[in-house]
């Protein structure tokens, strides 16, 4: 983008919070939509931190600027106040803006090193588990006329498909595969090269075959679930706003905790336990639990078993 505001903020604007969001366009240009919006969130917020500090230009931020901020940060994570997770994303955002405005990496912090290392192991028990909740919001959703959305979560939900996945899969085939080999083979949609080519053959139950063939009928002679009129983006702007609002006096969160919850029903189904984020710890024998996170990674399209203790806990 051109320059603007003279020197102030590098010349992305007058108002820092502004100049923040112009450097952002510049840094990523068209797309990226979702994470722009995150990274201007983030940056907001410490512009007004910055306001109370009376630094309005980014030509006066400096490494003392950012460490200050990084421990009032800090001293919300040890409150419990904020995740560390949220807090090493907002420092992130600080070095993306910041490197994007002056062209160099000379402010660059590390996260990490400031606020602490973050956990992936889950802790909270994926409230999809309980049907009731995922119910709720599924009525919720076809009693508005969007079932689209409804079945989308579905697929999420029975298979431990990712948003994408479920949005691109083509229910008309998996509905085929399912009835001829009890399992359905992902392939599009898929994140790590994981694709055509990669057989990932994930097992359908009664309910799985039940949202397979209702989605089937819907889907009619299209490709997927995506509606005739949509690009990827636009549906996935409108499915997740409906989810919020289906979701939004409930437990529920984003579509990713569906698949934790496939994650913890497919490990007792596997193991005869409950997933140790449900029980408190590992409860079966370690190679027991080893060869579920072996089978479910694959299920779920993991390359790595590590990656489970975000959706099952920890294996110790």
């Avoid at 949202?211 to 490709?223: F, I």
Wanted: glycine share 8%.
């Amino acid at each position: 983008m051109g320059k603007v505001g003279g020197g102030r903020n590098f010349g992305y604007g007058k108002m820092l919070a502004y100049a923040g969001k112009n450097a952002l366009k510049d840094r990523y240009g068209a797309g990226h939509y979702a994470s722009v919006a995150a990274h201007e969130a983030r940056w907001k917020q410490f512009v007004g931190y910055l306001k109370d500090k009376g630094i309005k230009d980014a030509r006066e931020i400096n490494q003392e600027a950012i460490i200050q901020y990084a421990h009032y940060l800090e001293k919300q994570v040890k409150t419990n106040a904020l995740k560390v997770s949220y807090a090493q994303n907002v420092l992130s955002t600080i070095n993306v803006v910041l490197s994007s405005m002056r062209k160099d990496s000379l402010l660059t912090v590390s996260p990490s090193a400031l606020v602490g290392k973050r956990s992936n192991v889950r802790e909270a028990i994926p409230a999809t588990i309980n049907p009731i909740h995922l119910n709720q919001a599924l009525r919720y959703l076809e009693e508005k006329g969007e079932q689209r959305v409804a079945l989308l979560a579905s697929l999420c939900r029975e298979l431990g498909l990712r948003f994408k996945e479920a949005s691109l899969l083509n229910t008309r085939t998996a509905l085929r595969e399912a009835n001829k080999q009890g399992s359905v083979n992902i392939t599009r949609g898929t994140k790590g090269g994981r694709g055509k080519g990669v057989d990932r053959w994930v097992p359908v139950s009664n309910e799985a075959l039940t949202t397979l063939a209702t989605a089937k009928a819907l889907q009619g002679t299209n490709k997927n679930l995506i509606p005739e009129q949509s690009n990827f983006k636009q549906w996935r702007d409108h499915a997740y706003s409906q989810w919020r609002l289906a979701t939004k006096d409930t437990e529920l969160r984003g579509f990713h905790e569906l698949r934790a919850a496939y994650a913890c029903e497919r490990y007792a189904q596997i193991t005869g336990s409950s997933a140790p984020v449900i029980s408190g710890s590992r409860t079966v024998a370690r190679e027991l639990d080893h060869k579920a996170r072996v089978v479910i990674a694959l299920e779920l399209g993991h390359s790595r078993t590590d990656v489970l203790v975000a959706y099952l806990g920890s294996a110790k």
